[in-house]
Antibody, heavy 119, light 112 residues
């Protein structure tokens, strides 16, 4: 059974950095790209970026470019999303989700991690 | 990259059929057969319902179907059930220089 288990909720001050983990099991980590999606309270989904665990290559949405870093650790089958220079608008649930090579759809999702940015 | 346009809400009675539209451009919906649909219940992660415009993942009810015409994709739910009440999002691969994927604005489906 494929599982993506994310780290717990975080509370951060404006200007700080948050790093969220997404540990996978039930499949070969390098067979899927790992994507990250943001969902602000009461709002829709927004694609942030992806990492190819096989070689570490990343693609980021322009909106988050320069503030987001997505990495993958093949020794622990864990992906990470780090967001810096946090502001109140970054308060959101962040999801990791997989995309199988050769496809374009997000088939497996983590449970989500709530990040609250507040002074 | 602007979000794909969906109606804010759609409602129907149990047993009825409803259709949710998802309008994009030739750079996303119209340019590729890579439209997918996700169902999200409150407090839960999204769930893949349709991929590649009209394909259903294993385990998804055949009451859900997808189609596309030009720059607009559609999700139809037939035989509406109480458990179908949720938010639905479309998504598409995009050739935009500012993003790789784009989601729709989301549609709240209410079962009357």
């Amino acid at each position: 059974e494929v599982q993506l288990v994310q780290s717990g909720a975080e509370v951060k001050k404006p200007g700080a950095t948050v790093k969220i983990s997404c540990k996978v099991s039930g499949y070969t980590f390098t067979d899927y790209y790992m994507h990250w999606v943001q969902q602000a309270p009461g709002k829709g989904l927004e694609w942030m970026g992806l990492v190819d665990p096989e070689d570490g290559e990343t693609i980021y949405a322009e909106k988050f470019q320069g503030r987001v870093t997505i990495t993958a650790d093949t020794s622990t089958d864990t992906a990470y999303m780090e967001l810096s220079s946090l502001r109140s608008e970054d308060t959101a649930v962040y999801y990791c989700a997989t995309v199988s090579r050769g496809t374009t759809y997000l088939d497996y999702w983590g449970q989500g991690t709530l990040v609250t940015v507040s002074s | 990259q602007s979000a794909l346009t969906q109606p804010a809400s759609v409602s129907g009675s149990p047993g009825q059929s409803i259709t949710i539209s998802c309008t994009g451009t030739s750079s996303d919906v119209g340019g590729y057969n890579y439209v997918s649909w996700y169902q999200q219940h409150p407090g839960k992660a999204p769930k893949l319902m349709i991929y590649d415009v009209s394909k259903r993942p294993s385990g998804v009810s055949n009451r859900f179907s997808g189609s596309k015409s030009g720059n607009t994709a559609s999700l139809t739910i037939s035989g509406l059930q109480a458990e179908d009440e949720a938010d639905y999002y479309c998504s598409s691969y995009t050739s935009s220089s500012t993003s790789h994927y784009v989601f729709g604005t989301g549609t709240k489906v209410t079962v009357l």
